[in-house]
């Protein structure tokens, strides 16, 4: 799987780099080795399943953290045939008190966390902020964020949800469990109990997690962007990114491209 690396930041502990996946067809990549512990942050909407050689597999959606293990070994495929772009923060050899020390390998982080390691990547490669932001910022937000389960209905249903913005498709409840080979009420209260939201919460949170994506990228169309992502109105996007990432789309571009 062709790469394209960013460097945004090192230091003596941690390297930050913006790492693009050139688009290839959704199917297992060559086994990489980790040389040494790293974080894979989560970029932009593209989905990617993972599997390690120690362990069970991860998927890995616009919402989730992944911790990798120095000299782990693993493959990574694609939800789609589509570019996909991460957030990588290594740590260098020797380092043991990695922020995300102790945490499980998998993490879902919310839209306000998302929304701020946004403003610090810009403010990184701008040279505005220190790596020191890193550490605390992915601190606070794995500390905050809930379980990503990736096994099970929950994991099944995780992977149904990531695929509506494929395919287009919004999935009622009952659907969404048959998909998920569960009953609605099972479903339902094992998502919730698992992620700490229910479906459709998730559901939200990619949308929010893909419009952050898109004004990242300098997205000014407001309206299109509400249609494009499936909210009913430019009013409807508004209310809930100001309710969950605290300031409005409007307001998150402005800072993300002052940065």
């Given at each position: 799987m062709?790469q394209?690396?960013?460097?945004?930041?090192?230091d003596?502990?941690?390297?930050?780099?913006r790492?693009?996946?050139?688009?290839?067809?959704?199917?297992?990549s060559?086994?990489?080795?980790a040389?040494?512990?790293?974080?894979v942050?989560?970029?932009?909407?593209?989905?990617?399943?993972?599997?390690?050689?120690?362990?069970?597999?991860a998927?890995?959606?616009?919402l989730?953290a992944?911790?990798?293990?120095?000299?782990?070994?693993?493959?990574?495929?694609?939800q789609?045939?589509?570019?996909?772009?991460?957030?990588?923060?290594?740590?260098?050899?020797?380092?043991?008190?990695?922020?995300?020390?102790?945490?499980?390998?998998?993490r879902?982080?919310?839209?306000?966390?998302?929304?701020r390691?946004?403003?610090?990547?810009?403010?990184l490669?701008?040279?505005?902020?220190?790596?020191?932001?890193?550490a605390?910022l992915?601190?606070?937000?794995l500390?905050?964020?809930?379980?990503?389960?990736?096994?099970?209905?929950?994991?099944?249903?995780?992977?149904?949800?990531?695929?509506?913005?494929?395919?287009?498709?919004?999935?009622?409840?009952?659907?969404l469990?048959?998909?998920?080979s569960?009953?609605?009420?099972?479903?339902?209260?094992?998502?919730?109990?698992?992620?700490?939201l229910?479906?459709?919460?998730y559901?939200?949170?990619?949308?929010?997690?893909?419009?952050?994506?898109?004004?990242?990228?300098g997205?000014?169309?407001?309206?299109?962007?509400?249609?494009?992502?499936?909210?009913?109105s430019?009013?409807?996007?508004?209310?809930?990114?100001?309710?969950?990432?605290?300031?409005?789309p409007?307001?998150?571009?402005?800072?993300?491209?002052?940065?």
């Amino acid at each position: 799987m062709a790469q394209q690396r960013i460097l945004l930041a090192t230091d003596p502990r941690w390297r930050v780099e913006r790492v693009r996946s050139h688009e290839t067809a959704p199917q297992w990549s060559p086994v990489y080795t980790a040389p040494s512990g790293r974080l894979v942050l989560p970029f932009d909407a593209a989905a990617m399943e993972f599997r390690g050689d120690d362990g069970p597999g991860a998927w890995i959606d616009a919402l989730t953290a992944l911790r990798v293990a120095p000299a782990q070994r693993y493959q990574l495929r694609p939800q789609a045939r589509e570019p996909r772009c991460s957030v990588v923060v290594s740590a260098a050899d020797g380092v043991a008190d990695a922020p995300w020390t102790g945490e499980p390998a998998q993490r879902l982080l919310s839209p306000r966390a998302l929304y701020r390691l946004r403003l610090h990547w810009r403010r990184l490669e701008a040279g505005l902020d220190g790596v020191d932001a890193t550490a605390r910022l992915i601190a606070e937000a794995l500390a905050a964020g809930g379980s990503a389960h990736s096994e099970g209905a929950v994991g099944r249903a995780r992977r149904c949800l990531a695929a509506e913005a494929v395919d287009g498709r919004v999935l009622s409840l009952h659907e969404l469990a048959e998909a998920a080979s569960s009953s609605p009420f099972h479903l339902a209260r094992s998502f919730r109990r698992r992620t700490g939201l229910s479906p459709h919460q998730y559901r939200l949170h990619l949308r929010l997690a893909a419009a952050l994506a898109q004004l990242d990228a300098g997205e000014r169309d407001l309206a299109g962007l509400a249609h494009a992502l499936g909210f009913c109105s430019q009013s409807h996007l508004g209310a809930l990114f100001l309710r969950e990432v605290g300031v409005t789309p409007g307001e998150a571009r402005r800072a993300l491209h002052a940065a």
